[in-house]
């Protein structure tokens, strides 16, 4: 497997506009989580999803902030209108849950610039 | 609910020394599951070790040892004979185990590691 895969690597936009990330998860996993990384705040879980079903979005800073997981296999997190204090790395990860193994794997993160 | 803490911002070792971060956490859990991961500045997160709350032996991996104390909520990490390619952000980061029901991965602020030749 690829492992997880986010898209895209870079992304820079101007305040107001809509950024959509996107995240494809190892196939077989069944949870998966959406991270927010700042020197200040560090690593934030944002949303985590199990099932497709989101379990708990309390880190979801804003209205502005939604995600969705319409199949095993594909994750979107959309930021509507974008501010400059969103600019952070964005990461994806995933696991199986399952007993033991709980290890969260971790796509390569999406470093978003709000100018 | 669970917080972890990393009280070192930045921690400096020399090449070939040992090198110990702390961790410790809050849960009101007793089924959980402890990790570090190592970030390298090209950001990927790895995971360096793995520990299961019920087990009372400490886990290891190669040069990397954790020293669990379940009672006082601490889980550090040992790194001996440190390398050049140690340097990285480490993050100790706790999940709860709810018998196979999703639990989110909680982290810690992270420890600056530099490792000195």
């Known amino acids: 497997d690829a492992g997880v895969i986010q898209s895209p690597r870079h992304e820079v936009t101007e305040m107001g506009q809509e950024v959509t990330l996107r995240c494809k998860p190892i196939s077989g996993h069944n949870s998966l989580f959406w991270y927010r990384q700042t020197m200040m705040r560090g690593l934030e879980l944002l949303i985590y999803f199990n099932n497709n079903v989101p379990i708990d979005d309390s880190g979801m800073p804003e209205d502005r902030f939604s995600a969705k997981m319409p199949n095993a296999s594909f994750s979107t997190l959309k930021i509507q209108p974008s501010e400059p204090r969103d600019s952070a790395v964005y990461f994806c990860?995933?696991?199986?849950?399952?007993?033991?193994?709980?290890?969260?794997?971790f796509g390569q993160g999406t470093r978003l610039t709000v100018v | 609910a669970q917080t972890v803490t990393q009280s070192q911002p930045e921690m400096s070792v020399q090449e070939a020394e040992t090198v110990t971060l702390s961790c410790t956490y809050d849960?009101?859990?007793?089924?959980?599951?402890l990790f570090w991961y190592k970030q390298p500045p090209s950001r990927q997160m790895i995971l360096v070790i793995r520990q299961e709350a019920y087990k009372q032996q400490n886990a290891t991996e190669n040069r990397f040892s954790v020293n669990f104390q379940k009672a006082a909520k601490s889980f550090s990490l040992k790194i001996s004979d440190s390398q050049l390619g140690d340097a990285a952000m480490y993050f100790c980061a706790y999940r709860a185990d709810y018998g196979g029901a999703t639990n989110k991965l909680i982290f810690g602020t992270g420890t600056l590691l530099a490792v000195q030749p």
């Open positions: 849960t009101s859990e007793s089924d959980y599951y």
């Open positions: 990860a995933s696991s199986l849950n399952q007993g033991a193994n709980t290890e969260a794997f």
